[in-house]
């Protein structure tokens, strides 16, 4: 036991350190210049390609915001959901709903759509902070199985299996842009917005008790973490991000039905996460790439290929490297910076 | 009345099923405190495997025992290959293990085998015993003899053989089993060929139920789950229980709760795993705490 | 390869622990065959190590031989079947169980099915008590009756070294006595080799030829029963009284 707290405070000690001046830029570090580069090629990239990538990038974003509520949950807290298609879905569906009922302008689905899962997840969290390990699984399996009939019940609301179709949000014509490109910007701003969110997230008090949740959940509260009190907020935070993903797909396919949100959904988005990087920055965009364009490159080879691609990368990932990708890509940046610093 | 009864016939039926994927779960579980998310697809593969023999030409109840070596043998290779390195390593990395394993089994049965439907074969003659109202078909009495059988079987390995005594040492305190000589790695890789052996009869029961097709156990598992639940995630007596219990809630409340319906009944698994999770985590006949500290 | 009497159980320059704390120091002893030998030392010492080093069950470095034997680097339950009985820390009960299956279970790595059911019987003499609970969960024994359940597994095992961990631990001296008379008898009439890990020093002794006391991984003293009695820094430390 004192073992374990002992090793815990260690490991706090760099989060309680000296803090830079420039604190809301934090989220940028570590190895800030990279994310800049990265944002100025996110930038430059839609003027570059033709509109067909440009919606594939588009949804990289969208998947990547959803990676980013799923990594607070999984790779920071320590939590696993099999479900997190269902948040995604009913901010999708929330946002559909907004729009095919009261035509309401669509920048409001997004708080709105938020707010719902926000709301859901912290009314989920309750029991599921109770609930140890793959037990949540189960249960968060268990519901992302249940949402879809349900949907198709309320046939009134959601269109029932027909789904329902909106218009895309057009481009304001100071812009000069093309539709695919104002899309792709939103996307880009929402999944910026939720970076800088979920960094300054993992800064604040939370952060520091997920981690400790995560690393020795006993002796976390034994030093006074409020287990259930953390747990749950992780959860709706996480919701909340699955939630504005799914918002910003229904204003970048136009189209929601059920069966675009069945248990497959959080089964990708959780290999997404664990193939990206688990507890790492970089891993939801590097997870978006990979359940954006693995399965579209694979499913040349047979329709089987894009599962079996990835069960195989995630048991590897477990055994190997269970950062991900972005563990993986980090050894590169960093030897390459060495490099450079030789210079 | 006689509709009420022929709701719990049915109910009884699924749940038979249900039992029998419960079953697979809990060995594993008792043996190694893993929840083997792909136990499900493990028992739609072995389902192809039968197929592709009674596709050749094999008479089923020469498929059938074939099969089952096939699935023992292969559930131990799995432990050996797949879950081994990953032994002792937090929850979170055995149960993302385990759903990778899920999306390789399942799309490998579509490589394999297409993802088009196909038929199986009910080994069970058609038709149906009545009396005062109620029929029920032969291949639900079939289906619960077979599940009967796998207990029994089950039970007379656990409480009559030495291996079956090494097991259930193993899965009280694998570290004292070592002591006394007992190849725990061998044992714990037993355990996933017996569990994978009882999916595979679970499969090739659901088989001709419900077309055979990569995605066809997904929606059982969820209910083996809720069964496991109920029942006591260390029990097998607990699993069967459960399974038919679950079987039977789901019927009825697809029969006569209007808000309910058939369409809904999926929600049936959902409230009984958490109303048991909340209130009595160690489920109806199991002794374990849900939380293995 | 030597096989003489003194040199039954050797264990040289022993370094051994847990991930990157090594808890044993380079540890040289020898037990002869037939003996019993007490290892005694203060909290922490590496005693209990020792005994799991012996077993296998930590990984370690230099050397342990039984008989001319390699032991070293083998799994538990190798060790096991070259007929080292640990009966470890905690006791080691199937608690849920019964009685004749955790005794059965020490034999399980036996083929000899009518000599099986012959020291069942000798187990049963030497703890009649057992006899009347055979079919009661081991979980619902108390603590004396529980020791007797794991020494009488370890011998089912028809051992040729025992390995006790503590076995006063948490039981009434009174139990612990009837006990320690029980394993020197078990000592005497089947001669199978003893090494008794105690913090009851006293005890210990009181039945042992040999002692080797471990201090902070490292032997510091080894003798026969009556020389470690005799020390009077050991009399201090560990007897808690002045010769």
């Known amino acids: 036991m004192s073992e374990a707290i002992e090793t815990r405070e260690k490991s706090t000690a760099p989060a309680s350190g000296p803090r830079p001046a420039r604190s809301w830029l934090r989220f940028l570090e570590p190895r800030g210049h990279w994310v800049w580069i990265a944002l100025a090629i996110a930038l430059i990239l839609p003027f570059q390609l033709v509109p067909f990538r440009v919606f594939q990038l588009t949804m990289v974003l969208v998947y990547a915001v959803a990676l980013l509520g799923l990594n607070l949950l999984v790779g920071h807290g320590g939590q696993i959901s099999l479900g997190h298609g269902a948040f995604f879905a009913v901010g999708a569906y929330t946002a559909a709903i907004?729009?095919?009922?009261?035509?309401?302008?669509?920048?409001?689905?997004?708080?709105?759509?938020?707010?719902?899962?926000?709301?859901?997840?912290?009314?989920?969290?309750?029991?599921?902070?109770?609930?140890?390990?793959?037990?949540?699984?189960?249960?968060?399996?268990?519901?992302?199985?249940?949402?879809?009939?349900?949907?198709?019940?309320?046939?009134?609301?959601?269109?029932?299996?027909m789904g329902l179709t909106l218009s895309k949000p057009q481009p304001p014509s100071w812009t000069g842009l093309a539709e695919d490109q104002w899309l792709y910007f939103l996307a880009l701003?929402?999944?910026?917005?939720?970076?800088?969110?979920?960094?300054?997230?993992?800064?604040?008090?939370?952060?520091?008790?997920?981690?400790?949740?995560?690393?020795?959940?006993?002796?976390?509260?034994?030093?006074?973490?409020?287990?259930?009190?953390?747990?749950?907020?992780?959860?709706?935070w996480s919701a909340l991000l699955a939630g504005a993903a799914g918002c910003v797909y229904t204003w970048v396919i136009g189209f929601v039905s059920p069966d675009s949100f069945t248990v497959n959904l959080?089964?990708?988005?959780?290999?997404?996460?664990?193939?990206?990087?688990?507890?790492?920055?970089?891993?939801?965009?590097?997870?978006?790439?990979?359940?954006?364009?693995?399965?579209?490159?694979?499913?040349?080879?047979?329709?089987?290929?894009?599962?079996?691609?990835?069960?195989?990368?995630?048991?590897?990932?477990?055994?190997?490297?269970?950062?991900?990708?972005a563990g993986l890509a980090g050894r590169a940046v960093r030897s390459f910076d060495r490099t450079l610093r030789k210079e | 009345m006689a509709d009420?009864?022929?709701?719990?016939?049915?109910?009884?039926?699924?749940?038979?099923?249900?039992?029998?994927?419960?079953?697979?779960?809990?060995?594993?579980?008792?043996?190694?405190?893993?929840?083997?998310?792909?136990?499900?697809?493990?028992?739609?593969?072995?389902?192809?495997?039968?197929?592709?023999?009674?596709?050749?030409?094999?008479?089923?109840?020469?498929?059938?025992?074939?099969?089952?070596?096939?699935?023992?043998?292969?559930?131990?290779?799995?432990?050996?290959?797949?879950?081994?390195?990953?032994?002792?390593?937090?929850?979170?990395?055995?149960?993302?293990?385990?759903?990778?394993?899920?999306?390789?089994?399942?799309?490998?049965?579509?490589w394999i085998w297409s993802f088009l439907i196909k038929d199986f074969p009910n080994p069970?003659?058609?038709?149906?015993?009545?009396?005062?109202?109620?029929?029920?078909?032969?291949?639900?009495?079939?289906?619960?003899?077979?599940?009967g059988v796998v207990m029994g079987l089950l039970y007379l390995l656990f409480r009559h053989t030495k291996i079956g005594l090494g097991m259930r040492a193993v899965a009280t305190n694998p570290e004292s089993a070592r002591l006394v000589g007992i190849r725990v790695g061998w044992v714990l890789a037993l355990g996933w060929g017996l569990a994978?052996?009882?999916?595979?009869?679970?499969?090739?029961?659901?088989?001709?139920?419900?077309?055979?097709?990569?995605?066809?156990?997904?929606?059982?598992?969820i209910y083996a789950f809720a069964a496991a639940t109920l029942g006591g995630m260390d029990s097998p007596v607990g699993a069967v229980v459960g399974g038919l219990i679950v079987g039977v809630a789901e019927t009825l409340a697809g029969a006569y709760v209007d808000v309910i319906g058939s369409d809904l009944k999926v929600g049936v698994p959902l409230a009984i795993i958490l109303v048991v999770l909340l209130l009595r985590p160690q489920g109806l006949f199991g002794k374990a705490a849900v939380e293995r500290a | 390869m030597k096989d003489t009497a003194g040199e039954f159980l050797v264990v040289e320059d022993l370094h051994a622990g847990y991930g990157d704390a090594t808890v044993l120091h380079g540890v040289n002893l020898t037990v002869a065959r037939g003996e019993v030998c007490a290892i005694l030392g203060p909290n922490g010492a590496g005693k209990t190590t020792l005994l799991r080093a012996l077993s296998g069950m930590v990984k370690g470095r230099g050397a342990i031989r039984l008989d001319g034997a390699d032991l070293l680097g083998r799994s538990p339950d190798a060790v096991a079947r070259l007929g080292v009985a640990h009966v470890p820390e905690g006791r080691g009960t199937f608690m849920p169980l019964t009685v004749e299956e955790n005794l059965r279970l020490g034999a399980f790595t036996r083929r000899d099915r009518a000599a099986i059911e012959e020291d069942l019987e000798r187990v049963y003499g030497y703890f009649p008590v057992l006899k009347q609970r055979l079919k009661q969960p081991a979980g619902s024994l108390s603590g004396g009756e529980q020791q007797m359940v794991a020494l009488g597994r370890a011998l089912m095992l028809r051992p040729r070294v025992l390995l006790l961990d503590e076995p006063s631990l948490g039981l009434a001296p009174l139990v612990t006595r009837e006990l320690f008379g029980i394993v020197q008898a078990i000592n005497e009439q089947e001669r199978t080799t003893v090494v008794v890990v105690e913090q009851n020093a006293h005890l210990a002794l009181g039945i042992a030829q040999c002692a080797h006391v471990l201090e902070t991984g490292r032997i510091v003293l080894s003798g026969t029963a009556d020389e470690i009695q005799a020390d009077e820094q050991v009399a201090q430390s560990y007897l808690g009284y002045r010769v």
């Open chain 1, 98 to 161: 907004m729009m095919d009922r009261w035509d309401t302008p669509y920048p409001w689905t997004l708080p709105v759509a938020a707010a719902v899962t926000f709301v859901l997840g912290l009314a989920l969290g309750v029991p599921a902070a109770r609930l140890h390990g793959l037990y949540l699984a189960l249960v968060t399996l268990a519901i992302a199985i249940f949402l879809v009939p349900l949907l198709k019940r309320f046939e009134d609301v959601t269109g029932g299996s």
């Open chain 2, 4 to 110: 009420f009864i022929q709701q719990i016939v049915v109910g009884l039926g699924s749940g038979a099923i249900y039992a029998s994927l419960a079953l697979a779960l809990v060995l594993i579980y008792r043996f190694t405190g893993i929840v083997n998310f792909a136990q499900g697809e493990l028992a739609m593969f072995s389902a192809y495997i039968a197929w592709t023999f009674l596709d050749a030409g094999v008479p089923f109840w020469i498929a059938l025992p074939i099969t089952l070596a096939i699935s023992f043998v292969g559930g131990m290779l799995i432990e050996r290959i797949v879950i081994r390195p990953v032994e002792g390593a937090p929850e979170l990395t055995i149960v993302i293990v385990t759903v990778g394993l899920f999306i390789f089994v399942n799309a490998a049965a579509g």
């Open chain 1, 189 to 236: 701003a929402v999944a910026v917005a939720a970076f800088a969110l979920v960094a300054g997230l993992l800064r604040s008090r939370v952060g520091r008790a997920l981690h400790a949740l995560r690393d020795n959940e006993i002796a976390a509260e034994v030093m006074g973490v409020r287990l259930a009190f953390y747990k749950t907020l992780a959860f709706a």
């Open chain 2, 196 to 221: 994978a052996t009882v999916g595979a009869v679970s499969g090739i029961m659901v088989a001709p139920l419900l077309f055979l097709e990569p995605n066809m156990m997904g929606g059982v598992l």
């Open chain 1, 266 to 325: 959080s089964i990708t988005l959780l290999a997404g996460i664990v193939v990206g990087g688990l507890g790492s920055q970089a891993g939801p965009v590097l997870g978006g790439l990979f359940v954006m364009f693995v399965p579209s490159f694979a499913q040349d080879i047979n329709q089987g290929a894009p599962g079996v691609i990835f069960g195989l990368l995630i048991i590897v990932v477990m055994y190997v490297a269970p950062t991900g990708l």
């Open chain 2, 124 to 147: 069970f003659p058609d038709g149906a015993l009545r009396a005062g109202g109620v029929s029920v078909g032969y291949s639900t009495l079939g289906v619960l003899a077979v599940v």
